[in-house]
């Protein structure tokens, strides 16, 4: 079967250093992909990975590793706006998105 | 960037009476476009998958005669929830994908928050 793990929450405090952890197990790859989602609202996207290797986009990072099934994302100087869900999904062979069930970071002051 | 829309944002409705959601590709023309369902504190939850034209895939568990898809054209999805029940209560949001197999993101619009009473 088809399945993406990540940490169902975690917490970290204002300013600091994050990583959200992602593992796949897919039929085929053509991709992973980080969302955000705050609460009530729908989901935005963050990054997209194919290759290995670290994507830097501002305060967010993601990085992948193909022969692991493993990704992460980072967050730097973390601003209370960034307590949300963040989904992990994968493009299996078929082109369909496998989603993970989300990750709940909680910010602290 | 690409920009989906969804409307109603909210509708409120009595049990027994159906439900239609439209999905709309704004600026961008959706050979596929997804359904998903959304209860509180879960996961996005993949209904229908539609193309353009054609009827659409229902993931297992799915009840096609109660959630019906429509996507006639490259701009338009809709999906009515027929005869609604208090469970039928959730999330619901809809995604949009450009050229198929498009190795790049889906577009989600802002969802519409579905309550039976």
């Known amino acids: 079967g088809q399945n993406i793990d990540q940490p169902t929450e975690m917490t970290a405090t204002e300013g600091a250093i994050v990583q959200i952890n992602c593992t796949y197990q897919?039929?085929?790859?053509?991709?992973l992909f980080w969302y955000q989602q705050h609460a009530g609202e729908a989901p935005t996207f963050l990054s997209y990975?194919?290759l290995d290797g670290l994507e830097e986009k501002g305060r967010f990072s993601s990085f992948l590793s193909r022969s692991k099934g493993y990704s992460y994302l980072l967050l730097k100087e973390l601003q209370m706006k960034d307590s949300a869900s963040y989904l992990c999904a994968v493009k299996d062979s078929n082109y369909q998105l496998i989603w993970g069930a989300g990750t709940k970071l909680i910010i602290k002051p | 960037g690409a920009v989906v829309s969804q409307h109603p944002s909210r509708v409120i409705c009595k049990s027994g009476t159906s439900v239609k959601i439209e999905c709309r590709s704004l600026?961008?023309?959706?050979?596929?476009m997804f359904w998903y369902r959304q209860f509180p504190k879960q996961s996005l939850m993949l209904m229908a998958t539609s193309n353009e034209g054609s009827k659409a895939t229902y993931e297992q568990g799915v009840e096609k005669d109660k959630f019906l898809i429509n996507h006639a054209s490259l701009t338009l999805s809709t999906l009515t929830v027929t005869s609604a029940h208090p469970e039928d209560s959730s999330f619901y949001i809809c995604s949009a994908q450009g050229l198929a197999g498009d190795s790049y993101e889906q577009y989600f619009g802002p969802g519409t928050r579905l309550t039976v009473t």
């Open positions: 990975n194919v």
């Open positions: 897919t039929s085929g790859f053509n991709g």
């Open positions: 600026d961008f023309q959706a050979t596929t």
